[in-house]
T-cell receptor, first 114, second 117 residues
Framework: QKEVEQNSGPLSVPEGAIASLNCTYS??????FFWYRQYSGKSPELIMSIYSNGDKEDGRFTAQLNKASQYVSLLIRDSQPSDSATYLCAVTGPSGGSNYKLTFGKGTLLTVNP | GAVVSQHPSRVICKSGTSVKIECRSLDFQATTMFWYRQFPKKSLMLMAT?????????EQGVEKDKFLINHASLTLSTLTVTSAHPEDSSFYICSVRGVRGRGDTQYFGPGTRLTVL
């Protein structure tokens, strides 16, 4: 059974700092990796997707993937109070069939203090 | 702009009634949609995979006769909670498997908060 593990936090950082969110996954054949942001009472919003080893940057967000270590992370630079939310790591297996289903971690609660 | 819409956003009903929730894909045709449920401070739980033109695939432990799913077109899937009870009160969220990114990217609707009295 696929498992995705995240530190539940809460992770608290000061405004302007770098927030580092980590995720490990158990299924070696996982192919696609996603970070979603979920504000309290709202639905998840896609932040980043990453498919290959290495870094992927989008604005203040950088996703890092290491398939050998089965590890994916999200860095948020210049953290803002509006970044305060729960961040969900999600993975899917090889394309096709039931592998389109997302397996979610339990999420890490991030609080950015002004 | 929004990729997925849900209606209603909030519903309060009496125990024993049925509630229908609509999920619409706004930007593209969606052969596959997913239905999730989330209880307060808990993780998203996948309930079922909705496939256009065929029967939905339910996750283990989800009663298919209680949670009826219809995916009659490429842009609309509906979830009907039949004979709702207070324990069905939850946040129901649909997602669409999209083609903007790769085919396994899911875009979530805004969710429907169901309260059963």
């Amino acid at each position: 059974q696929k498992e995705v593990e995240q530190n539940s936090g809460p992770l608290s950082v000061p405004e302007g700092a770098i927030a580092s969110l980590n995720c490990t996954y158990s299924d070696r054949v996982s192919q696609s990796f996603f970070w979603y942001r979920q504000y309290s009472g709202k639905s998840p919003e896609l932040i980043m997707s990453i498919y290959s080893n290495g870094d992927k940057e989008d604005g203040r967000f950088t996703a890092q993937l290491n398939k050998a270590s089965q590890y994916v992370s999200l860095l948020i630079r210049d953290s803002q109070p509006s970044d305060s939310a729960t961040y969900l790591c999600a993975v899917t297996g090889p394309s096709g069939g039931s592998n389109y289903k997302l397996t979610f971690g339990k999420g890490t609660l991030l609080t950015v203090n002004p | 702009g929004a990729v997925v819409s849900q209606h209603p956003s909030r519903v309060i009903c009496k125990s024993g009634t049925s509630v229908k929730i609509e999920c619409r894909s706004l930007d593209f045709q969606a052969t596959t949609m997913f239905w999730y449920r989330q209880f307060p401070k808990k993780s998203l739980m996948l309930m079922a995979t909705s496939n256009e033109g065929s029967k939905a695939t339910y996750e283990q432990g989800v009663e298919k006769d209680k949670f009826l799913i219809n995916h009659a077109s490429l842009t609309l899937s509906t979830l009907t909670v039949t004979s709702a009870h207070p324990e069905d009160s939850s946040f129901y969220i649909c997602s669409v498997r999209g083609v903007r990114g790769r085919g396994d990217t899911q875009y979530f609707g805004p969710g429907t908060r169901l309260t059963v009295l």
